[in-house]
Nanobody, 121 residues
Framework: VQLVESGGGLVQAGASLRLSCTAS????????MAWFRQGPGKEREFVSS????????NYTDSVKGRFTISRDILKNTVYLQMNRVSVEDTAVYYC???????????????WGQGTQVTVAS
C-alpha cells in the first residue's frame, strides 16, 4: 500500500486544520489506518487510529476532544480533523497503514512521507 499525505501547513494556535492521506495499491487488504507525529527533538508518537472496515477509533489522550479521525472507503482516504490546535501540536504528521495479514501485531506495513504542521502562537 502506498500512502500520500496532504493538508499540512502553518496555522495560528486555536485554528483548525485537516490532514488527508490517500492509499493506493492493496487497499482491499487494509485493517487499520493511523496517524503518528514527530515533533522537534521528540520521538515519533501515536496520535490516532481507525479500523478500516468497522470504523473503530482510538486517540492519544492529548488530542482527545480536539482531533477526529475518519475515513472514506470509496476514496481510500483517511482524514485527521485537527481543531483548537496548540503549539504543542507542531510536528511532522505521518500516515500509516496496517494490513489484515499483519494484525494483531503492533506494527504498520506502510508509511507516508509526512506532512509538516506548524502552529504559531
Amino acid at each position: 500500500v502506498q500512502l500520500v499525505e496532504s493538508g499540512g501547513g502553518l496555522v495560528q494556535a486555536g485554528a483548525s486544520l485537516r490532514l488527508s492521506c490517500t492509499a493506493s495499491g492493496r487497499t482491499g487488504s487494509l485493517h487499520m489506518m493511523a496517524w503518528f507525529r514527530q515533533g522537534p527533538g521528540k520521538e515519533r508518537e501515536f496520535v490516532s487510529s481507525i479500523t478500516w472496515w468497522r470504523g473503530d477509533t482510538n486517540y492519544t489522550d492529548s488530542v482527545k476532544g480536539r482531533f477526529t479521525i475518519s475515513r472514506d472507503i470509496l476514496k481510500n482516504t483517511v482524514y485527521l480533523q485537527m481543531n483548537r490546535v496548540s503549539v504543542e501540536d507542531t510536528a511532522v504528521y505521518y500516515c500509516a497503514a496496517q494490513l489484515a495479514t499483519t494484525f494483531p501485531d503492533d506494527r504498520y506495513d506502510s508509511w507516508g512521507q509526512g506532512t509538516q504542521v506548524t502552529v504559531a502562537s
